[in-house]
């Protein structure tokens, strides 16, 4: 598969995030296999892929946590360690880094001592949403409340950009939107995102640009209408009473995919109007509905089964 790029790096000034030809291998294991990104100044960007498509190590070389073996690696047009000892870079990770005995206060007091200058205390525990728990023991708090206080802690610096790494991992559904909400007013104001997140349907709804990375390459990097679009097709699906012949449904042109939801039927089809014809008319079928593919349909078929060929980019809007 090439990659598709949908994306039009910009032709001047300086890039958020600048990464060119980058490569890494652990052994005989190619992690990151020639990718380049580039990311403008107060861009929400998506950072998406399966399992050991290359996310973290990228994570870490623009961190300055790993070297690539090869490529260069710009962040904020400087080098990541210059940057990040600039206070221009924090991270939320997924875990480590908290000292349970402390309270929720004290551990922002004492990060805060770490930079030469930051935010207050008060300030980003109440930008985090923690201020009613600053005087609980870090490690009574829940999984939800310690990933909201490590993303004060990414607050102190005032970055120019923040990595996030699975950052709404144990929030309940009210935690996320508030979290979202208050990235995307970050943005606003100029502030450049990255997340990782296995959470499709927030990169769906909250991030402007979508990066879909499968064996170490970039394999589509658009908006999410724009990724969704490269899967052709669409989804339809009706409830069904008594016995259902779901091989005749499977032998139907254009059908990808059959899902029986307990009385619910699901098709996954390049032709919608065979589908619907046949359940309407050769089923019991009723309540019949037929959507767009969604963006957890263009992950799988863009990072699943991927020949090994080299990845070449498109031209911006150009479909693979």
């Not at 100029?190 to 402007?208: K, V, W």
């Not at 039927?265 to 009723?286: E, G, K, P």
Request: hydrophobic share 40%; with cysteine; aromatic share 4%.
């Amino acid at each position: 598969m090439t990659t598709t790029e949908l994306f039009d790096p910009p032709a001047t000034g300086t890039l958020a995030l600048d990464l060119r030809g980058l490569r890494k291998s652990f052994g005989t294991v190619r992690a990151v296999d020639g990718l380049d990104l580039a990311v403008r100044p107060g861009e929400v960007v998506a950072f998406l892929g399966p399992n050991g498509a290359g996310k973290t190590t990228t994570i870490d070389m623009l961190l300055g946590l790993a070297q690539p073996d090869e490529g260069e690696v710009r962040v904020l047009g400087l080098e990541p360690s210059d940057a990040i000892a600039a206070g221009r870079v924090s991270a939320v990770m997924q875990s480590g880094g908290l000292l349970k005995d402390l309270t929720v206060a004290e551990t922002v007091r004492l990060t805060a001592s770490f930079f030469r200058t930051s935010r207050s205390a008060a300030e980003v525990m109440e930008r985090a949403g923690i201020s009613e728990i600053a005087d609980r023991r870090v490690g009574k708090c829940s999984g939800g409340q310690q990933q909201r206080l490590r993303f004060a802690l990414a607050l102190l610096p005032d970055p120019d950009l923040i990595v996030l790494d699975e950052p709404t991992t144990g929030m309940d559904v009210e935690g996320r939107r508030d979290f979202w909400n208050a990235l995307r007013a970050d943005a606003a104001r100029g502030r450049t995102i990255l997340f990782a997140t296995h959470y499709l349907e927030e990169a769906d709804a909250y991030a402007d640009r979508i990066v879909l990375v499968s064996h170490g390459r970039i394999v589509a990097d658009g908006s999410a209408a724009q990724v969704k679009s490269l899967t052709s097709g669409r989804v339809v699906s009706a409830t069904v009473d008594g016995a259902f012949d779901e091989a005749a449904l499977r032998a139907l042109p254009g059908v990808g995919d059959v899902e029986l939801r307990r009385d619910r039927v699901i098709v996954r089809t390049t032709d919608s109007d065979a589908v619907a014809r046949h359940l309407l008319t050769a089923t019991t079928a009723r309540d019949l509905e037929i959507a767009a593919r969604g963006l957890e349909d263009a992950f799988l078929a863009l990072t699943t089964d991927r020949t090994d060929e080299p990845a070449t980019s498109q031209t911006p809007g150009s479909l693979a």
